[in-house]
């Protein structure tokens, strides 16, 4: 089979297309046919060596298509299912074998590109808006890179939740998109200080929750944006990881809460996983939760696909077609 491996960690060039033996299931496992693998910021990570892998490693955390075979004692899944899953590495791939507790079945209703669009940047806006910090109706949120596939989705799942959203995105035309997911107030973090401007729009006070998905460049002022006990949710690097902070600063700054969170931690059992992919893809398939896919690109163009979410010029989601 067909499968994009890292050899050294490094740029794009170093995603190599490679025919290795197609993978048997071992005993809890599934092999999966993958017919699309969802791009994520992740696996930048990974191929940059930020994120770290015992070369050669394989790449892509999220992925839909058929059960082709099941190893011993698997009940979560049958052959011929038609699953999604995200979180588990190898989805750059035509073949992957996955944990069968991490696959779900898809409603009828969704292709597979839906299907791989919608788990990891899905689930994680599912954890942030319900669990990280539990929107309610009067809560004002600061979502950055609100027109990127993360964004896209927290915008709308704060408003399915009764909260005001205030985007920030780098152009124009990805702040008419944010808007278009229902955002409330956008600013262009590339030329006005976001943390004055949300402070503006909220009457002076501050917002009650960041998230904040681009790290070190945005760290500092999103902690000026916060009302006094309000919460910083940093979970991600787009523009490097956020260098070590003194927790003074958090008094300093008005009593602020701090986490990093991850996704891996917010499906860490099949029940959760359940409650939170049955949400996402139910929401997708009845129509409450729009899916932006704005590329497919080939397995063999994943590097070209990377290079593109890096260089911010993407809103939404980014695909492979791993039918080869
Ligand atoms: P996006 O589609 O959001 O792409 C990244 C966006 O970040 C860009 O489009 C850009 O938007 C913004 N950005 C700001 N500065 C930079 C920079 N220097 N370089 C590149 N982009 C920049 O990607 P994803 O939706 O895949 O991921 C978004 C973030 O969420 C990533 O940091 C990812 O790691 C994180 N994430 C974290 C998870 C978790 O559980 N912790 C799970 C899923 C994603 P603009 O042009 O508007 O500034």
Redesign the pocket.
Known sequence: MKAILVHTPGGPEQLRLDDIAVPTPAAGQALVKIYKSG???????FRSGLYKAEPPFSIGMEGAGVVEAVGEGVTDVAVGDRVAYAMQRGSYAEYAVVPSWQLVKMPDGLDYAQGAAAM??G??AH??THSTWPLKPGDTCLV??????????IVQMAKMRGATVIG????AA??EKAREAGADHMIL??EADFAVEARKLTAGRGVDVVYD??????FEQSLDSLRPRGLMVS??????PVPPVAPLTLNNKGSLFLT???????CANRDELLWRAGDVLGWVDDGKLKLHIEKTYALSDAAQAQID??????????LLDTIT
């Open positions: 791009v994520n910021f992740i696996d930048i990570y990891l940047q689930m994680t954890y942030l950055h890179a609100a027109a990127g596939g993360a964004g896209l989705l920030t995105t780098s152009t990805k702040a973090y590339t998905s681009v790290g070190a460049s945005t979970f991600g690097n787009a523009s490097g990093r969170p991850t996704l891996a931690h917010h979410l890096a260089s911010r010029k993407t809103t939404g989601k980014l």
